[in-house]
C-alpha cells in the first residue's frame, strides 16, 4: 500500500512581479560574474509552518474505518489522497484544491499573506463523496483557467468510480463535463498525467490505475499478458477535445497485476519526444515507455535500469546534478532506523525472487532508487550513494531547490496510517482471521479489535539539501519539516510570491500543513521563475524544456505537473541561482521543437515567454556536446564465440546468512602470445562444468579457439584466475590457473590449482607434479622474481573456505625450482599463510631497494605490504601509514600517477553505493562462530547505530539459521530492541571471528616516501560500485598516466540490492596524484555488467581492452 504525491509552482501579479525585480535590479550589479551584496543571514529555520487557525487552511483527509470500509476490503485504504497548486482565477495568487477519499473535497482561495478562504462547495468541486485519489489542475479546454480532474476507485461499483473533470466557468465556480470529454473512466484509478506524447500541439492523457485484489493467478505469463479494462493502464488521445482511449494501440501494458501509484514524465533520451516511467507496487515491475515518435512507446524497464524499487509508490523526474539529462527518483517503505526495519520489514524469499526474475519481472528491491541518467538510455542506480535511500513509509518525493541555491533539493512525505505490514501485528492478524472462520457471529467484534490492534505511528518527512556531487544531506530538522504525520499528497508554490517555495502537504486524520519559506530573508540566493503561454491548444506550454545558462554553469527542468504523488503543481517553473544576478541565456524548447532564446535575463523576478513558432534542432547540443570518444565498443565486430556461463548454485543453501554469494567470483584471464607469431593471444575461464578457452588471434584479428581436448578434461574446475607466464625458462608462455569457487568441499581436488606447459608452439599439456597440494578456493595470483634467482615465482592468494565464510583459507608463496614450485610460506612468510579472504595482490618495490615487495589485499582485510627483507617477508603496513585500512577490497594496480619517480597505488572497494556501508567510528561487522551448539558455523553481520551493535539480519532470517533466536525474542519488537550482547552469549562473541570493515571507498595512495603514504578516496563516480579491475595507461596522450576501472557485484543476497551502478569508468590524471572522472559520452567506456576483470591486448595492431564478464559475453573496446 503506498502513495506519492505532486506539486506545483504557485505565482503572482505579473506587474507586480515586474516592479519587484525592477527595484532588486537597481540593487544589484549586473554581471553575471558579480554577486549581490549580502546581507547579515537569517538564523531560523528554512521554513515556518502555518497554522491553520491563522491560513483558514482546515483540511483533514479523514479516514473512518467502517466494517465494509477497512484495510481488510480494500488494500489501499491508508493510500490518502492528492493536493493541486494553481492559480484558478488568475489573480497572480496560487490557490489549493484538496481532494478527500471519503468526504468532501476543498478548494482554498489565495487571499495574500498565507490566508486562504474556502470555496469548494460554492465552486462546486465538493466531489461525488466516492473514493477520490488524485487529483490535477490543468487547462484542458485551453481558455486561460485551470479545471480539475478527479480519479476515483475503491472496493466498488463503477457508476462510483467514473472519474470526474470540473470545467473552470472563469467566475469562481466549475461544471463538472468528464463523459463530454472521453474523460469519465470508470477503472480503479489512480492518477491522471496530460501531455502531448504525439506533438500534435494538444494534451493527452495518460490515466493510471491499479487492481484492487492480489492475482492469485500463477501463470505469469498470462497475468503479464492478459488486458483489464478497469485494472489497467490507459492512454487516451486528444482528437479535437473528446479524448479517444488507444492504449493497445500505443503498446501500454494494461494488465490486472500493473498497481500503479505515480507516473513521471519527461524525455529521458533527449530526442525530443516525452516519455512515461510508471511505478508498479507488489510483483509487477516498473514500466519505462519510450517514446517511438509515431504514436507508441516501447517498454523498456529492464533494458534502462538494472535494479528497481520492490514497492514503488511516488516518484519525480527532474535533472538533479545539472548534466542536462532527467533523472529518476522512486520511493519505497524502509525505514531509516534499525527499530522499524526489524519490526516492519518482511524477509524477502530467494525462491520467489529469483523466480520472478526467471519470469520476465526485474531485480526488484524493498529501497528508494535513485536512477542517475547515463545519457546512453541506461540509469545507474545511486541512492546509497546519495544518502536518500531509506526514508520509511513514503509517498511522494519532490526535485526542487528549496533553498535557491541553484542545485535541486529532495522532498519526501512519510507515515502510513496505521501499519498493517507489522511484523508482529500480522502474526496476530492470522491468529483473528481464524477465530473469524470459527465464529462467524462474532466477526464485527474481531476485526474492531483486529483494527484497534493495529500499530499507527506517525512519522516526520524526510528534506535532503543538494549538496552536488551525488550528495544529499539530511536537513529536516534544520529546515523546520520534522513534524510528525500520516503525510501523502504534497505539492509546492510559491504562494507569498517573495521568490521561494513554500509546500503544502495533505495528511490523513489531520490539518493540512502549509510551510512558509523564509529564503527571502537569508537575502544570498537569487532566483527566477518562468510562465510560458503556449499555443492556442496547449496554453500552459506542458512538455517545454527550459534550459539557463550563466558562464560554465546551467539548469534545465521540463514543465510537467505531476510530480510526486496524487498531486499537481502549478504551472509556473522556478529557478534557484546561487549568487547569480544575472543569466548569460535562456532557452526554451516547446514541444513542437519551435525554440525561443532569451539573453541577459535579471534574477529575482518572474518572466513571461510566449509561443512563437519557428522549427530548430533539439536543444541538446546547448548542454552536452558530443565529443570525439576516446574509444569504441567493438565488440561485435571481434565476433568470438565465448559466453560465460555460471553453473547452477544456491550458496544460501549452506550458509543462509552470507553477504553475497562466493561461487560467482570468476571467469579468470590472461593474454599473450603463445604460439610466438608476435599476436596477442588469450586464455578465458570457465564455471565449474564450462571449460576454459584458448583463443589464438590470426593474421587478419579474428580468434581460433585451440587446445580444447586438454582443456575441456578440468571442465569440472572453476578458474578464478589466470596468467601466462614462462615457467620453465625455455623462451615461451605457459599457463597457470588458480582454482575456486564455492561449491565443492573445502578439500576437494577440484580446487587445487593446475599448470599447463607449452610447446613452443601453443600446444599445451597439463604438468604433472610440478605444483605443490593447494586444495584451496584461491582469488588472485601474482607472478615475480621475488629472490632475484632469474626464474619467476608465484603468490596465490587464497578466497574461501567452501562453507565456512568468512574464515581465512590459506595462501601460497610458491618459489620456482627449476620448474617445480615449492612452498615457502610458512619458512620466509609465515604472514601470508592466512592473511584474510584475498582478492588481489602485486608485486612492487615501493621503497626502491632493487627487491620486490608484496601488496595484498581482500574481504575484510585492511591494505597489506610486505616488504622483501633479507629475512624474509615482514609486514610493514602500519609502519608506511596504512592504518584502519579495513574494507572489501578487490583490485589493486600500480603506477607513477605522480611524476615523481616511484609507485602509487590505486586499489578498488566495495565502493560507497551499497546498502552496508562502513566508517572507522562506525564499522560493519562479521562474527563467525557456532552460536547455536550444533557443530556448525554461523554468520552475523552488524552494524552501529547510536553506538550500539546491532545485527544486520531480521528475526526471521536469523532464526532459520539460529532457531534459537526466535525461541528467545518471541516478538519482532523484542528482537528489534535487542542489541549483539543481548541476543548473543557474551563469551561466544568475544572468542568469535570477528571481522571490521572501516571504509568501503576506493582510493589512490600517493608514495609520498618509504614511510610517508596518503591515501585519499578516489572521485564519486569511482565509488558508484565496486572496482574489481583496473588498467594504468596515458589514454589521452598528455604525458599523465591515467586509470580505466570496471566492476560491480552481481551475486548480492536478496535482501541487499546488487551492486550494479557501475559502467566502467575512465579518470584522468593530471600528473600530480589528482583525478578527474570522465563521462561516458567523453570516453565511450560502457561496461555495466558484472564485470572481473580487464586486459590489454593488441589486434590488428590497434590496442584494444577486454572486458570479462561473470555468466556473459566478453566486451571488447578500441582506442
Not at 1013 to 1027: F, G, H
Request: negative net charge; hydrophobic residues 35%.
Amino acid at each position: 500500500m503506498k502513495h506519492k504525491l505532486h506539486h506545483r509552482f504557485a505565482s503572482f501579479l505579473y506587474c507586480q512581479i515586474k516592479l519587484i525585480a525592477l527595484i532588486s535590479i537597481l540593487l544589484m550589479v549586473q554581471s553575471c560574474n558579480e554577486k549581490e551584496v549580502v546581507v547579515e543571514e537569517f538564523s531560523g529555520p528554512l521554513f515556518t509552518s502555518i497554522a491553520s487557525e491563522a491560513s483558514g487552511v482546515t483540511f483533514i483527509n479523514a479516514l473512518p474505518e467502517t466494517p465494509e470500509m477497512n484495510i481488510l476490503t480494500y488494500q489501499y485504504l491508508y493510500n490518502g489522497a492528492g493536493v493541486s497548486v494553481g492559480d484558478i482565477n488568475n489573480d497572480g495568487l496560487a490557490d489549493i484544491f484538496f481532494n478527500a477519499n471519503f468526504g468532501p473535497n476543498h478548494l482554498y482561495l489565495n487571499k495574500g499573506d498565507f490566508t486562504f478562504e474556502e470555496i469548494g462547495r460554492t465552486a462546486g468541486v465538493g466531489g461525488k463523496r466516492a473514493w477520490s485519489t488524485g487529483c490535477t489542475m490543468v487547462d484542458i479546454n485551453n481558455d486561460g483557467f485551470l479545471d480539475i480532474y478527479l480519479s476515483y476507485s475503491g472496493n466498488t461499483e463503477a457508476n462510483f468510480r467514473k472519474n470526474e473533470l470540473f470545467i473552470n466557468n472563469g467566475d469562481l465556480t466549475f461544471t463538472e463535463k468528464a463523459s463530454e470529454y472521453g474523460l469519465a473512466d470508470t477503472g480503479y484509478s489512480t492518477q491522471a498525467s496530460f501531455f502531448d506524447y504525439d506533438k500534435d500541439g494538444d494534451l493527452d492523457m495518460f490515466m493510471l490505475n491499479h487492481p484492487i485484489n492480489p492475482s492469485l493467478d500463477l501463470d505469469f505469463n498470462k497475468m503479464v499478458s492478459e488486458r483489464n479494462i478497469d485494472a489497467g493502464d490507459r492512454l487516451y488521445r486528444n482528437d479535437g477535445g473528446k479524448f479517444i482511449d488507444v492504449s493497445e494501440a500505443a503498446g501500454i501494458i494494461s494488465n490486472s497485476i500493473g498497481y500503479g501509484l505515480s507516473a513521471s514524465i519527461g524525455d529521458i533520451n533527449n530526442d525530443g519526444w516525452p516519455d512515461v516511467y510508471v511505478c508498479n507496487d507488489f510483483l509487477e515491475r516498473d514500466y519505462l515507455y519510450v517514446n517511438n515518435g509515431d504514436g507508441s512507446f516501447s517498454e523498456k524497464a529492464k533494458e534502462a535500469t538494472r535494479h528497481i524499487s520492490n514497492f514503488s509508490m511516488g516518484s519525480d523526474m527532474a535533472d538533479f546534478n545539472n548534466d542536462g539529462l532527467l533523472d529518476l527518483m522512486v520511493v519505497d517503505m524502509v525505514a531509516e532506523d534499525n527499530y522499524r526495519i526489524k519490526t516492519n520489514m518482511s524477509g524477502m524469499n530467494p525462491e520467489k525472487f529469483y523466480s520472478a526474475v526467471n519470469h520476465g519481472f526485474h531485480h526488484q528491491y524493498m529501497m528508494n532508487t535513485l536512477q542517475m541518467n547515463n545519457g546512453n538510455g541506461t540509469f545507474s542506480e545511486v541512492s546509497k550513494l546519495a544518502g536518500v535511500g531509506n526514508t520509511d513509509w513514503s509517498w511522494a518525493p519532490l526535485w526542487a531547490d528549496f533553498d535557491n541555491d541553484g542545485l535541486k533539493d529532495l522532498f519526501v512525505t512519510n507515515g502510513l496510517r496505521k501499519e498493517a505490514r507489522n511484523n508482529d501485528f500480522v502474526k496476530k492478524k492470522k491468529v483473528l482471521l481464524k477465530e473469524m472462520e470459527k465464529n462467524p457471529e462474532q466477526r464485527l467484534e474481531l476485526l474492531k479489535k483486529m483494527l484497534d490492534e493495529m500499530p499507527s505511528t506517525k512519522l516526520k518527512n524526510y528534506s535532503f539539501k543538494n549538496g552536488g556531487d551525488i550528495s544529499f544531506s539530511n536537513v529536516t530538522e534544520n529546515w523546520g519539516l520534522d513534524e510528525p504525520s500520516f503525510s501523502t499528497g504534497a505539492a509546492y508554490a510559491d504562494f507569498d510570491n517573495d521568490g521561494d517555495l513554500d509546500i503544502v502537504i495533505s495528511n490523513i486524520d489531520n490539518p493540512a500543513f502549509i510551510y512558509k519559506n523564509n529564503g527571502e530573508k537569508r537575502k544570498s540566493n537569487q532566483y527566477l521563475k518562468v510562465k510560458l503561454k503556449g499555443p492556442s491548444q496547449n496554453t500552459s506550454g506542458i512538455g517545454a524544456r527550459i534550459t539557463l545558462k550563466s558562464g560554465g554553469d546551467f539548469q534545465m527542468k521540463e514543465h510537467y505537473l505531476n510530480h510526486g504523488y496524487l498531486s499537481s503543481m502549478e504551472d509556473k517553473l522556478h529557478f534557484g541561482l546561487g549568487t547569480t544576478t544575472k543569466i548569460d541565456s535562456l532557452w526554451v524548447e516547446w514541444p513542437d521543437g519551435s525554440r525561443k532564446v532569451l539573453a541577459n535575463v535579471a534574477a529575482n523576478k518572474e518572466i513571461l515567454v510566449a509561443y512563437e513558432k519557428g522549427a530548430s534542432a533539439p536543444l541538446a547540443s546547448l548542454y552536452k556536446t558530443a565529443p570525439t570518444k576516446m574509444m569504441a565498443e567493438v565488440t561485435e565486430e571481434i565476433k568470438i564465440d565465448y559466453k560465460h556461463q555460471e553453473n547452477e548454485y544456491n550458496d544460501f543453501e549452506k550458509e543462509s546468512l552470507l553477504p553475497h554469494k562466493m561461487s560467482m567470483m570468476g571467469p579468470g584471464m590472461a593474454v599473450a602470445d603463445v604460439n610466438g607469431d608476435g599476436l596477442d593471444d588469450f586464455y578465458v575461464g570457465g564455471a565449474k562444468g564450462f571449460a576454459g578457452k584458448l583463443y589464438e588471434q590470426q593474421v587478419d584479428g579474428t580468434f581460433v579457439e585451440t587446445n580444447a581436448s586438454t582443456l575441456n578434461k578440468d571442465a569440472g574446475n572453476e578458474d578464478v584466475a589466470a596468467v601466462f607466464f614462462d615457467v620453465d625458462q625455455d623462451g615461451d608462455q605457459d599457463l597457470y590457473l588458480v582454482s575456486g569457487g564455492n561449491e565443492f568441499e573445502a578439500n576437494s581436488q577440484q580446487l587445487q590449482d593446475r599448470l599447463y606447459l607449452n610447446d613452443g608452439t601453443g600446444s599445451f599439456q597439463k604438468a604433472l607434479n610440478k605444483l605443490p597440494k593447494m586444495v584451496t578456493s584461491g582469488g588472485c595470483v601474482a607472478v615475480e622474481d621475488y629472490d632475484g634467482d632469474g626464474d619467476l615465482d608465484l603468490f596465490v592468494g587464497g578466497r574461501v573456505i567452501p562453507g565456512q565464510y568468512p574464515k581465512a583459507p590459506r595462501s601460497y608463496l610458491l618459489r620456482n625450482d627449476a620448474g617445480v614450485f615449492v612452498d615457502v610460506t610458512s619458512e620466509i612468510a609465515p604472514g601470508l599463510l592466512n592473511p584474510g579472504l584475498v582478492t588481489s595482490a602485486i608485486w612492487t618495490d615501493y621503497d626502491k631497494d632493487g627487491k620486490k615487495d608484496l601488496m595484498v589485499t581482500g574481504e575484510w582485510m585492511p591494505i597489506t605490504v610486505y616488504k622483501n627483507d633479507t629475512d624474509g617477508f615482514v609486514n610493514v603496513s602500519e609502519a608506511i601509514g596504512l592504518t584502519n585500512t579495513e574494507g572489501w577490497w578487490y583490485s589493486i594496480t600500480a603506477g607513477d600517477f605522480d611524476n615523481d619517480g616511484d609507485e602509487d597505488y590505486m586499489l578498488g572497494n566495495l565502493g560507497q553505493n551499497y546498502k552496508y556501508q562502513a566508517s572507522l567510528d562506525n564499522t560493519f561487522d562479521i562474527y563467525y562462530d557456532d552460536f547455536d551448539d550444533n557443530k556448525t558455523g554461523d554468520i552475523v553481520l552488524s552494524y552501529k547505530e547510536d553506538g550500539k551493535a546491532v545485527p544486520l539480519r531480521g528475526r526471521q532470517c536469523s532464526s532459520e539459521q539460529m532457531p534459537f533466536i526466535k525461541e528467545k525474542f518471541g516478538t519482532y519488537d523484542e528482537f528489534a530492541k535487542a542489541s549483539m550482547e543481548d541476543i548473543f552469549d557474551a563469551k561466544k562473541l568475544k572468542n568469535a571471528l570477528h571481522l571490521e570493515a572501516k571504509s568501503f571507498a576506493s582510493v589512490f595512495i600517493k608514495n609520498n616516501g618509504a614511510n610517508n603514504w596518503e591515501v585519499v578516496n578516489l572521485p564519486r563516480l569511482a565509488q558508484l560500485s565496486s572496482v574489481n579491475s583496473m588498467l594504468v595507461h596515458d589514454v589521452d596522450n598528455d604525458g599523465n598516466l591515467d586509470a580505466i576501472l570496471s566492476g560491480n557485484l552481481y551475486a548480492s543476497e536478496v535482501e541487499t540490492p546488487r551492486n550494479d551502478a557501475g559502467n566502467g569508468l575512465v579518470l584522468k590524471g593530471d600528473g600530480a596524484g589528482g583525478f578527474k572522472a570522465l563521462t561516458l559520452q567523453k570516453t565511450g567506456f560502457f561496461t555495466p555488467r558484472d564485470s572481473k576483470e580487464l586486459h590489454f591486448l593488441t589486434i590488428k595492431n590497434k590496442l584494444h581492452i577486454a572486458v570479462v564478464n561473470n555468466n556473459d559475453v566478453l566486451q571488447f573496446f578500441q582506442f
